[in-house]
């Protein structure tokens, strides 16, 4: 049998926020745990997280999708990937015929996590030029592999003469699209069906942006980015490379090679320059 004590009112009033002040002081953590219980029993239940902050839920990034082929020039690859490499929604991945290595004209392997068989899907298709381009325009597989992923891209973008490929591909037919100045007749005769602009250092039909020779593809990696971010942020990734970026996709500085007369052999560039005499 339990015994209840009934303290006067008296004592209830005074007593008892005596003994919680001193419950207070000498057990801290079981009075705030107590206050804290009490707040969150009657605090809203959280909202759920919303994509693209800190939440669980993960937020899908768009993937570029870069062609390697054997011979292909190492700018037209490393040029947009350092413009690119850092924007926030995307991410690089390389894809060449059987993945693995692929050896750059100048000798640089590089490794395509992808081969054309298991290739996802890419929001953004670039395929760069370079002189392992003259073979490729015979390559079916590779034609073929431009072929299906254009039809889902949201952009097909090429630099140098990998718009040769494109047009090969039979993509670009009744589209305006430029290329190397240099080989600007290799372009050409891929398909003549194509609008090619001698002029432009990059060109912008519809989803499709083809750049001229090697260093216009930088140039045309930052127009993308002003297209898909804002003028603001191309140039903050300019300043970042400290990289002068050639704004003006109508005017090449080496148009002037594409204008050549046909035939004319000072049009092909050597790839580079003699070696300076020895003091």
């Known amino acids: 049998m339990q015994m209840r004590i ?3 009112s008296f004592f209830r009033r005074r007593l008892l926020p005596a003994l919680w002040a001193i419950s207070v002081t000498v057990w801290p953590g079981v ?3 107590d206050t804290l219980s009490a707040r969150a029993a009657d605090a809203p239940p959280p909202a759920p997280a919303q994509a ?5 839920t993960a937020v899908a990034k768009k993937t570029i999708g870069i062609v390697l082929y054997p011979g292909f020039e190492t700018l037209d690859v490393f040029g947009p990937v350092e413009m690119w490499g850092e924007l926030p929604g995307y991410r690089i ?7 693995g290595r692929v050896k750059s004209v100048q000798g640089v392997e590089t490794h395509a996590t992808y081969s054309f068989a298991d290739a996802p899907q890419f929001d953004i ?3 760069p030029g370079g002189e392992g381009a003259r073979n490729e325009v015979n390559n079916a597989r590779l034609l ?4 299906r992923q254009d039809t889902h891209t949201q952009w097909t973008v090429s630099v140098c003469t990998g ?3 494109l047009a090969k591909a039979g993509i670009l037919r009744g589209r305006n699209a430029t290329s190397n100045k240099q080989v600007f007749e290799f372009a050409e005769a891929q398909d003549p069906g194509v609008h090619w602009q001698k002029n432009a250092r990059w060109v912008v039909d519809g989803k499709y942006v083809t750049s001229s020779g090697i260093s216009a593809g930088t140039d045309m990696a930052l127009g993308l980015v002003e297209k898909l ?5 191309a140039e903050k990734i300019a300043e970042a490379a400290e990289y002068q970026w050639n704004d003006d996709p109508t005017r090449d500085p080496f148009a002037r090679a594409a204008t050549r007369p046909r035939g004319d052999a000072s049009a092909q560039a050597p790839r580079a320059l003699p070696p300076a005499p020895l003091p």
């Open 125 to 127: 298709l670039m395929v």
């Open 144 to 147: 073929e592999f431009i072929r």
């Open 31 to 33: 009075a705030r745990a």
């Open 52 to 56: 693209g902050t800190s939440g669980d």
């Open 229 to 233: 971010y804002g003028r603001r942020m």
């Open 93 to 99: 991945a390389m894809v060449s015929q059987h993945g």
């Open 6 to 8: 009934k303290l006067p």
């Open 163 to 165: 718009a040769a490929l």
